[in-house]
């Protein structure tokens, strides 16, 4: 699939690290540092502009080595980049640790996954098919 970006940032476009890879590492594309304290969040730009085709989105997540090693994580997670959005890609970066932590430019601070997605039409009922499991949720299939 191709998708067309424009690539305004001082650091290499995005790709795939290995071939069984489903994400592509965004970098921090700042003039300066940012420091996050705990528990504080930032928009972290990424100087990257792309046009998807209709039907699909851009899911930005957390890195695994980000998230369990200096517990930064990406708040809205997964965030939705939809298909007619053209503005500048940014991580919502929310640090959960304890201890400061400095994003500086060109680093990896999340990931970029290309997914397929359905649109609805609503069909109003006023009773839903019966299941095994009905209304249970929140922990309801387990100990």
């Known amino acids: 699939m191709n998708v067309q970006i424009i690539n305004k940032s001082k650091h290499a476009t995005p790709n795939y690290e290995t071939d069984g890879a489903a994400g592509m590492d965004l970098r921090a594309n700042i003039e300066s540092s940012i420091v996050l304290?705990?528990?504080e969040r930032a928009v972290v730009k990424t100087g990257l502009f792309i046009a998807l085709p209709i039907g699909f989105e851009a899911q930005v997540r957390p890195r695994s080595g980000l998230a369990a090693k200096k517990g930064i994580s990406v708040l809205n997670s997964p965030g939705t980049v939809d298909a007619d959005y053209r503005g500048e890609i940014g991580v919502i970066l929310v640090n959960l640790s304890k201890e400061a932590?400095?994003?500086?430019?060109?680093?990896?601070?999340?990931?970029?996954?290309?997914?397929?997605?359905?649109?609805?039409?609503?069909?109003?009922?006023?009773v839903l098919s019966e299941t095994e499991r009905g209304a249970g949720g929140f922990g309801s299939t387990g100990v």
Request: charged share 25%.
């Open 37 to 39: 304290q705990p528990l």
């Open 101 to 126: 932590f400095v994003v500086n430019d060109g680093e990896r601070i999340a990931q970029l996954i290309i997914a397929k997605h359905e649109r609805v039409s609503w069909q109003e009922v006023t």
